[in-house]
């Protein structure tokens, strides 16, 4: 039973608040785009025994999707930031190498 | 221990009379049921993962294609995910030909499988039904006993009495959603998850494969697009071949021979009440109020319910999930209510992205994974060993195993078995 | 014989008696008896029968650890199965029955298994059984379920009621002994808030019992000033009769509260599940006595040294008159010395610890107790009762030294730390050699959402075994979850006393060389029959494992969950595998710790609540008027309008008449109805529907597809464009959530800088589909606006008022028909349907419900989400390619259609499909092909997706997807039936009414 805070509306949600919504940061492939790029985008996962960057949505509260950094081995959230970015914020990122150092995920590090 | 003759272990077969043989002499004359050596220098093939899966490959390679000279590595105990973890439903009436054909394989495998292992897996083909509570689910099970019958899957649609008749305990009449029909699967049932196991790897003991416990795979190594062993905890093993058979860990491996997997690890849960007198001879599953329940032969009442919908390899799932699957079976089956929860459980699962499984060739040559199977692995186990056997013995798929490539993601040919998904109007 | 004592039993009320029943026998208990103390006081000691060989079973425990005392408790609605009587509070009235025997307690034919056990060893039925393969499930599986199960099933359905709480706390401290106390205690001074629950009916533990000193004072002085003193404490809640059941992730805890059930004269629900979120648990569970493994140890009779103490001080019960106490530790002398001081014999304290000291030993001894050091029990005689022990040499093989008569034998193998909660979210566990126990390692705890320790035990838990350690231990875990949620800690630990004790032995087989005979009849596992040989044999077996010798043998997996086995099991496994303990490991612990009723997890939601149904305006209208509903998501929407008389199918026959030839109408209001609104919109709905919406003209409607990002058909519905920057789209009933939802994940998650919202209006309107050819003289006639064709066309929208309502018509059809679809604000959508029914009679108007309209539109050949589409088809199957605009670069699932498989030209298409005989097409059937694919499987090229007996054409109408259907317009191809007849039909246009759509377009 996961909580997380809502970066939006600041509450300490339960997961019966929330709907989860698989890995973040993916990067959408569209018409045009290679076989490879669009099957990777669509289905190829991380899938991780450790750090996972995940999206998730404040369904039952204010609504809005926000990403979270956590790990699928320990359940610890390093954070949660608003779904609107690219690339996980560095407070979050440094917070995760304080304890795992060496992580990486696809691009970050 | 016995030693191989000619490929084989004479072992002592389990019969009344071997009981009978034993208990004079306080049954210490049993032999092991399976040897635990360590792990040779190289094997033909090695299955990654004792699990049910990786055992009945591993089993029906020796037994079908001849190839005996196979280590089956294990990370924990043989047994010891999924295949020891589940409500052990055994079924077929898959809707999708490729689907109804490699479990309809599996469950025809299950009805011999004591006799073939000589160890009692308890297949209890005590029936099984779905039940159907709103029209949409009427017209999507019919339509599964339609494609079943010309599957060769034995199905029929039943109305609520002959439900009622076939579950007495079940409340048909539920304000919320009464019965009004169910698939109904007579040759469906349950068997001993345990066993399951134990008997394949007995058997595959038996044949002089080696079965390693304890023992994780650390690394893959390959050169020039091929497998050519393994770095574990027990040391390098080499091999011609690879099978990658790790039920929720699918891919962590795939990770280690360098590709991806459409795959995502969630937690499936279950739980059992305490055990009554028999009340319930068939098993019942009711998915629009996501619930399944059934009797095992010790009378515990098994439930389980769907998955969590987030990354997760803890084993350990979620409450709500639980409250939700038991408040549907307290509606289902009213007389349940007093009955307690003993003991819930959770299992890591590996859903692929049609929810379909993936018995496979993949990017590296000679590695071979067999994963995805979701919720409804163990009722797969001995087709799904039967189809990984003939891929990795052949190099390439037989019928059972050639739609589940997972190339069809690229092609978008998927096995869709949620035929449910649109309700609507 | 057990008897009740003339004096003491601090939990009794001797001014109020109780009677009850057993097996029928009225008995006599008091007030404060559990089932177990009432039926020990009327010398009931047989309370069962075992699993498998149905071994006469006696209570062995007092508390939640009980294996044996398990009964059919109540009767009709109220009937509940292996009720543990030692945790089962007395009340007058209760009904209580034995279990797992036939025909009676006393003599039951399936003691015959016990004569058999020989040939029942662990894991037998995995070695037997199995030829001929149609035996196991016609003669053996039937046999082996009706030997097992234990308790009845119940029948009736529970009358009782139960309910759910949700609690966020600092601190929860589970467990009201001594410790729970003072951790409460230390939290508490601090300020955080507290929730401090106990499972029996009374604070203080096992110290009331023993009467340790605290503080200076006797513990039940100091239990009850601090009981007192929590009480006053705002910041504390305290509960009694309520378990932690189990501790999962973030700090979310199952609790588990006994509400009525000990007093049926108390009104409320029954039991109360509590859902709890602290920041940290502090798990004062104690700790549970371990058997010892000697021969005959489950004869009724022999119990747990600290139960007969329980018995005699709580209760004033005693199990027998002379106890032989056989023990490897002090404390069992305690056991003793309450038997003795209660003036029972105790001819000889068995200790199998060579030359134990200590001051409990000096005090037995003083007390002219015999004390027999280095021995052990050889054998315990008697059958359904002990009637005595043989007495060995611990290290020797058991030759018998001597023989004493006894009818109660009271044993202690040691303490072991209640570890449940602590490792149900993770928390491992370290082996203490010292005293000889599994306890929490503070290092491998179970950490929450921010990565730190959650989970703190204290006291016996955490492996305390003095007082003085107990307290000091839990009232530190009391400070430290208080600082970790941001209190100062206040405040010092209570100080505690008690004799001191000399060291355990670890004992796990006694005599320690006991032969094969003697090892066969040690039990481990009382109710499922494991002994020590079966474990051994597991072990011998290569089940080797935990995990696996646990399942071979069974041991553990029975209702008390291996609270007494599990340790004693797992050291003789060692042993049998020459490993030290902590190198074979535990089994894990699973939730929860004691069984909790199905009944109290699913809560309120049962019946009528239990899950919420969705109604429309007129839903009250439609129940007054016949209609029989089907549940379409959450919404209950009329499938058809009955009439007296009238079957179903009748009534759907009329309700499509009467609309195609009169007026009909729907109550729409299920219809999803989004706004999306903003500079971006239509761009962003360009990118949602697979055609054009962004050149949509304000005023008009039109028919969009919505695919997901995989290209499949998700959704469909008109979308009406409201001014220059708003449209409104309207989904399918089941679509709106997850429509709503799926363009909220793509505004916020992609496209976020696009300035559009999206707002769910779906029950702000009530919605009214007004069909038929009289459809307009009705609007005319209520009046407000012009509804004609050349003010409104079809496909055009426009807002006014209709007889005084304010209304939004959209000219659309599903029906083919001239229609209307008028939005109402909800809160008139009631007055507004009825308005519509007075006003329309003299047009001949009807409601008319879903069933009708299927078949309309099924008339009309259009396709229905969920019907035609099944999660796996894409619009180019369904000859929707018009809806999918070719201009645009871009739109969700444009590119997965350009894979492969999709773009694949031989794929099943939609068509029309018309029986030879005019029969209608079975629903789902499948059209076969010649021959069959390489798994044996028939071929086929086809199935029906929606089929029905057209009332309009009087004849069978169906649509299918058929292999390149459209390009074989009037072939036939055949059906078969499930009763192995064939059906014939014709590949035909799917549109089977007016296809010029001159009905609608009026």
Known sequence: MLTFTCPYCGVHADETELAPGGEAHLKRFGPGSEDEAFEDYLFKRENPKGMHFERWRHAYGCGKWFLAARCTTTLEVFGTYPAQTTEPPQEIKDKISGKRPGWTWRLFS | MPQPVGGFALKKRYSVFAIAREAARHHLGWERAWASPAPKAKYDAIIVGAGGHGLATAYYLGKNHGVRNVAIIEKGWLGGGNTGRNTTIIRSNYLQDPSAAIYEKSRSLYEGLSQDLNYNVMFSPRGVMMLAQTQHEIRGYQRTAYANKLQGVDTEFISPQRVKELCPIMDIDGPRYPVLGALWQPRGGTARHDAVAWGYARACSDMGMDIIQQCEVTAIHQSQGKVTGVSTTKGEISCDKLGVVVAGHSSVLAGMAGFRLPIESLALQALVSEPIKPCMDVVVMANTVHGYMSQSDKGEMVIGGGTDGFNNYTQRGSFHHIEETVRALVETFPMISRLKMLRQWGGIVDMTGDRSPIISKTPVGNIFVNCGWGTGGFKAIPGSGWAMAELMAKGEPGPLAAEFSMDRFRAGKFIDESVAAGVAH | ???????????????????????????????????????????????????????????????????????????????????????????????????????????????????????????????????????????????????????????????????????????????????????????????????????????????????????????????????????????????????????????????????????????????????????????????????????????????????????????????????????????????????????????????????????????????????????????????????????????????????????????????SPVVHLWSHCGGKLVWDDEKVMFRPDAARGPTGADGALFVLPGGTANGALQTADVLSDAFAAGQAAAQATGHKAKGKAPAGSDPAEGPISPVWMMPQGAGISLREKMWLDYQNDVKVSDVQLAAREGYESVEHAKRYTTLGMATDQGKLSNINGLAVLSDALGAAIPNVGTTTFRPPYTPITLAAIAGVAKGDLFQPVRKTPMHNWHAEHGAEFEPVGQWHRPYAFVRKGETTHDAVAREVNNTRKAMGLLDASTLGKLIVKGPDAGRFLDMMYTNMMSNLAVGKCRYGLM??????????????????????????????????????????????????????????????????????KLLEKLGGMDVSKETLPFMQWADGTIGGFDARVFRISFSGELSYEIAVPAGQGLAFWEALMAAGEEFGVMPYGTEALHIMRAEKGFIMIGDETDGTIIPQDLGLSWAISKKKEDFLGKRAQERSHMTDPNRWKLVGLETLDGSVLPDGAYAVASGHNGNGQRNTQGRVTSTYMSPTLGKGIAMGLVLNGPDRMGEVIEFPKLDGTAVQARIVDQVFFDKAGEKQNV
């Open chain 3, 707 to 776: 695919c997901s990002e995989n290209g499949f058909l998700m959704d469909d519905g008109v979308v009406a464009r409201i001014d220059e920057d708003t449209w409104l789209c309207h989904t399918t009933t089941g679509g709106a959530d997850r429509v709503h939802a799926h363009m909220e994940d793509w505004l916020q998650c992609e496209w976020w800088d696009w300035k559009v919202y999206v707002a769910n209006v779906t029950e702000q309107f009530a919605q009214v589909a007004v069909v038929g050819p009289n459809a307009r």
């Open chain 3, 1 to 415: 014989m057990s008897t009740r004592l003339a004096t003491g039993g601090r939990f009794l009320d001797r001014a109020r008696p109780v009677s009850f029943d057993f097996n029928g026998k009225r008995l006599r208990g008091l007030a404060g008896d559990t089932i177990a103390s009432a039926l020990l006081a009327n010398d009931q000691m047989l309370v069962g029968r075992s699993f498998k060989y149905h071994r006469p079973r006696g209570v062995v425990a007092s508390g939640a650890e009980e294996p044996n005392g398990l009964v059919n408790l109540g009767k009709g609605a109220k009937f509940e199965p292996n009720q543990r009587v030692t945790t089962t509070e007395l009340f007058d009235g209760l009904q209580a029955a034995s279990q797992n025997h036939w025909p009676s307690l006393e003599f039951d034919v399936g003691a015959v298994n016990a004569r058999l056990s020989r040939f029942l060893p662990a894991g037998f039925y995995y070695k037997m059984f199995i030829h001929p393969r149609s035996f196991w499930k016609h003669i053996y599986e039937p046999f082996i379920r009706q030997s097992a199960g234990l308790g009845k099933a119940p029948k009736d359905r529970d009358t009782d009621t139960y309910e759910h709480f949700h609690a966020h706390v600092d601190v929860l401290v589970v467990g009201g002994g001594i410790a729970g106390l003072a951790a409460a205690m230390a939290a508490g001074q601090a300020g955080a808030r507290v929730l401090l629950i106990e499972q029996t009916a009374h604070w203080g533990g096992r110290a009331g019992v023993d009467q340790p000193q605290i503080d200076g004072k006797p513990a039940q002085e100091w239990i009850d000033e601090t009981v007192a003193a929590l009480g006053q404490m705002p910041n504390v809640q305290m509960r009694l009769r309520m378990m932690g059941a189990g501790v999962y992730d973030h700090g979310y805890v199952l609790a588990y509260e006994k509400l009525t059930e000990h007093d049926p004269s108390l009104a409320g629900p029954r039991q109360r599940l509590w859902q709890v979120r602290t920041a940290r648990v502090i798990t004062c569970t104690g700790a549970i006595e371990r058997p010892l493994s000697f021969a005959g140890n489950d004869i009724p009779g022999v119990m747990l040294a600290s139960a007969l103490r329980d018995y005699v001080v709580n209760y004033a019960t005693s199990a027998g008159d002379r106890t032989v106490v056989v023990t490897n530790n002090d404390d069992a002398y305690r056991t003793a010395i309450a038997l003795k001081a209660a003036g029972l014999v105790v001819p000889c304290i068995v200790d199998a610890r060579p030359s134990p000291a200590g001051e409990l030993i000096q005090t037995a001894r003083e007390m002219g107790i015999r004390v027999e050091a280095g021995k052990g029990i050889a054998k315990v005689k008697g059958g359904k009762r002990v009637t005595g022990v043989a007495i060995c040499a611990q290290a020797g093989e058991g030759a018998v030294l001597e023989e004493i008569a006894c009818d109660a034998v009271a044993m202690s193998g040691g303490w």
